[in-house]
């Protein structure tokens, strides 16, 4: 249940808005009213042995990881690096990224994207995923 009366929102387990992008999933927590379009918190599962959405960077946006569950690995610059469960990533503006599951299980992460919403990107990210399945990372 989410609760966004008050001084707060309050968001269960496996709730929120859900988008399917094949061998990946993600679930948006809190975005643009919610949090006054001040950031995106938004979780992301990830099929084993599957590559991500490809390098990239954001202008002005800091994005920081967080991995719930399993090893995902990361580019960060021209450097890929493993990181396990309990693992923090930040990601300064302008500085190309990446992130897919090298592993043979499933893996998560909590994103928080900071300086404004993301899930309004999220239509065009499904739409892309439709015409350029994900490909094994391996």
């Excluded at 302008?94 to 897919?100: A, P, Y």
């Excluded at 993301?118 to 350029?132: D, G, L, Q, S």
Aim: some cysteine.
């Amino acid at each position: 249940m989410t609760n966004t009366t008050g001084a707060g929102i309050f968001i269960e387990p496996e709730r929120g808005r859900s988008y399917d992008m094949g061998r990946i999933a993600a679930i948006f927590k809190a975005d643009g009213e919610e949090t006054a379009n001040q950031c995106s918190v938004s979780e992301w599962w990830i099929e084993p042995n599957t590559k991500g959405f490809g390098a990239h960077s954001h202008e002005a946006e800091i994005e920081l990881f967080y991995v719930l569950e399993g090893t995902m690995s990361f580019l960060v610059g021209q450097r890929w690096r493993d990181a396990k469960k309990g693992t923090v990533i930040l990601i300064p503006p302008g500085v190309q990224h990446d992130f897919e599951n090298r592993s043979n299980q499933r893996t998560g992460v909590l994103n928080v994207y900071i300086g404004g919403p993301f899930e309004m990107k999220m239509p065009k990210i499904v739409e892309w995923f439709a015409e350029h399945p994900t490909e094994d990372a391996i």
